[in-house]
């Protein structure tokens, strides 16, 4: 089974969500037999790279709300992230452009380290002091090195900003046809779709639902041919 998870490293609930899931999926007896697949999207798409600024800032003139509105809310993620184990600091975090984080993360799919460097990065944006925005590509460089991707590698993605681009873009459009206008989006074997950092026991549920609504296999020609089994292989008789 599959699951795909569309998600932007700039999101609260996202990073949240994910630990939501994971711990459902954890508790899944299936939980070997089901691949998940990290999807992009952006919640400032088109945003430009040295367009930084402080997170409550981009909360009072995105939403309208006052300063001590936006504050409120970050202690509010803070307590929500610390009910599943994170670390989230309320104060002095900064915003900007997740393009180049995307791209990344197509390439560390081909490597088979998305998972290492989503999960870096979100502890990075999250729970440490230094800026995945304002300290540039060196920060980003050091973050897909340690999640096990190569360094020239990683600098030539960030030097031509056309690669995996059209993979990021892809991701998005596809997050609109199935109708979702938000994230976290997860959606399981694309039959079931759930929106939002639902409850564990929600993902659980989803799981559960997913796993046993599995067409059975069919078998295409039901004639005897040659195969191997646990008792050895068949050798033709001539």
Same mark, same amino acid.
């Given at each position: 089974?599959? *699951?795909?998870?569309?998600?932007?490293?700039?999101?609260?609930?996202?990073?949240?969500?994910?630990?939501?899931?994971?711990?459902?999926?954890?508790?899944?007896? $299936?939980?070997?037999?089901?691949?998940?697949? $990290?999807?992009?999207?952006?919640?400032?798409?088109? #945003? =430009?790279?040295?367009?930084?600024?402080?997170?409550?800032?981009?909360?009072?003139?995105?939403?309208?709300?006052?300063?001590?509105?936006?504050?409120?809310?970050?202690?509010?993620?803070?307590?929500?992230?610390?009910?599943?184990?994170?670390? %989230?600091?309320?104060? +002095?975090? &900064? $915003?900007?452009?997740?393009?180049?984080?995307? #791209?990344?993360?197509?390439?560390? @799919?081909?490597? +088979?380290?998305?998972?290492? /460097?989503?999960?870096?990065? %979100?502890?990075?944006?999250?729970?440490?002091?230094?800026?995945?925005?304002?300290?540039?590509?060196? #920060?980003?460089?050091?973050?897909?090195?340690?999640?096990?991707?190569?360094? &020239?590698?990683?600098?030539?993605?960030?030097?031509?900003?056309?690669?995996?681009?059209?993979?990021?873009?892809?991701?998005?459009?596809?997050?609109?046809?199935? +109708?979702?206008?938000?994230?976290?989006?997860? *959606? /399981?074997?694309? @039959? %079931?779709?759930?929106? +939002?950092?639902?409850?564990? &026991?929600?993902?659980?549920?989803?799981?559960?639902?997913?796993?046993?609504?599995?067409?059975?296999?069919? /078998?295409?020609?039901?004639?005897?041919?040659? =195969?191997?089994?646990?008792?050895?292989? =068949?050798?033709?008789? $001539?």
């Amino acid at each position: 089974m599959r *699951v795909e998870i569309w998600s932007d490293i700039a999101c609260p609930w996202c990073y949240v969500g994910k630990a939501r899931f994971e711990k459902a999926l954890e508790a899944f007896p $299936h939980r070997d037999q089901v691949e998940v697949v $990290h999807r992009s999207f952006e919640l400032d798409p088109g #945003r =430009a790279k040295n367009d930084i600024q402080p997170v409550i800032t981009m909360l009072t003139k995105k939403y309208g709300m006052s300063e001590a509105q936006a504050q409120a809310g970050e202690e509010n993620l803070g307590a929500q992230a610390a009910a599943e184990g994170l670390e %989230y600091r309320t104060r +002095g975090r &900064d $915003h900007g452009s997740t393009f180049d984080m995307h #791209r990344l993360l197509h390439l560390a @799919k081909e490597q +088979g380290r998305q998972h290492e /460097l989503l999960a870096l990065l %979100y502890k990075a944006n999250f729970a440490e002091d230094r800026s995945v925005f304002s300290e540039g590509d060196e #920060r980003l460089v050091e973050l897909a090195v340690a999640a096990g991707l190569d360094d &020239d590698a990683v600098r030539k993605v960030l030097a031509d900003p056309t690669a995996y681009a059209e993979d990021v873009r892809a991701d998005e459009r596809e997050a609109a046809e199935l +109708g979702a206008n938000g994230v976290p989006f997860f *959606v /399981l074997d694309r @039959k %079931y779709g759930v929106s +939002g950092a639902q409850p564990a &026991d929600v993902f659980a549920q989803a799981l559960t639902q997913a796993w046993g609504e599995r067409p059975p296999l069919k /078998l295409i020609d039901q004639k005897d041919a040659e =195969a191997c089994g646990p008792d050895g292989c =068949a050798v033709p008789q $001539h």
